[in-house]
């Protein structure tokens, strides 16, 4: 996983709550972190490289060499890993320099967690604009709820590509919600390297080209077969009779179906399509699997070395 964000956003702060000692240099001089630090560390069961990177500046803004190539190991982390944590500034909100982070890392297909920090900051001042910090008062469940719906709610409409990333809210210098995002990661790692079987996967885009079918121009679109290309990220390849049958929104479609029947949260999916007939079709991928049948032959021992070990 890499950490990722803008300076002071809480990154190597982050790392240090994970770690549970001061490994990054940590205060409250945005861009304090110069290097890119990877870090191996085991959680429950689970051993993470976690590179943790300096803060991702306008390039306006980069004015020192060492400052420049800090930006140039960020973005060349989030090339290298399977899981991107976004970092947001809670108080401040996303900004068009979050948006370039999401964005690539969308666009290179890498799992997605927007992390929320300084998640008691907002909390705080929603008491005192509601007149409760004078009371002494704490805000309510339903008001927490309401907040982070509302903070949900910008971030999707700022960052449409990425809807299906998940959220987590934390305040990282109080250690609360780390456990979350480290179990978020987990999971968003996992679905990231999901692999469908190529049975369920052409019944379901099937029965969903049944539900809803495609055409254009009175043209009816045929999908003759479809296969999961690669995993990190799940992309999947449809053989069909005409590729400019298939709009956008049927695209969007059936990656929401597959979405949805295999809860793949967190990950971009990848899907593209291939002018074919049938035959051709069904030849390629029987091609397809014999030659993976032959690398997992490959891959096993032979009779007798097994014993010999």
Known sequence: ????????????????????EERAIVSEIAGT?????????????????????AGIRRKSKVHEDVEYYSVVRAFGAIDRCDVVVAMLDGPEGITEQDLRILGYAHENGRG?????????????????ELGLDEQGKQL?????????????????????????APIVFLSVLKKKGVEDLLTTVVEVGEQHATRIPTSELNRLVSDALYERPASFHGRQLKVYYVTQAKVKPPTFILFVN????????????????????YSLEGTP??????????KEAEGQEKRRRTRRERLEGAKRPRKGEEEEE
């Open 33 to 53: 972190t110069r290097d890119a630090l990877d870090i191996h560390y085991e959680w429950n069961d689970t051993l993470f490289t976690i590179t943790d990177t």
């Open 112 to 128: 997605i967690v927007i992390a929320v920090n300084k998640w008691d900051e907002v909390l705080n001042r929603a008491r005192r």
């Open 242 to 261: 005409d590729p400019q049958l298939i709009h956008f929104s049927t695209e969007r479609y059936l990656e929401n179906k597959i979405r949805q029947r």
């Open 1 to 20: 996983m890499a950490i990722v964000g803008r300076p002071n956003v809480g990154k190597s702060s982050l790392l240090n709550a994970i770690l549970n």
């Open 269 to 278: 999916i990848r899907i593209k399509v291939r002018e074919s007939t049938g």
């Open 140 to 164: 309510g469940t339903s008001e927490r709820r309401k907040l982070v719906e509302e903070y949900t709610k910008r971030i999707r409409e700022e960052a449409p590509f990425a809807l299906y």
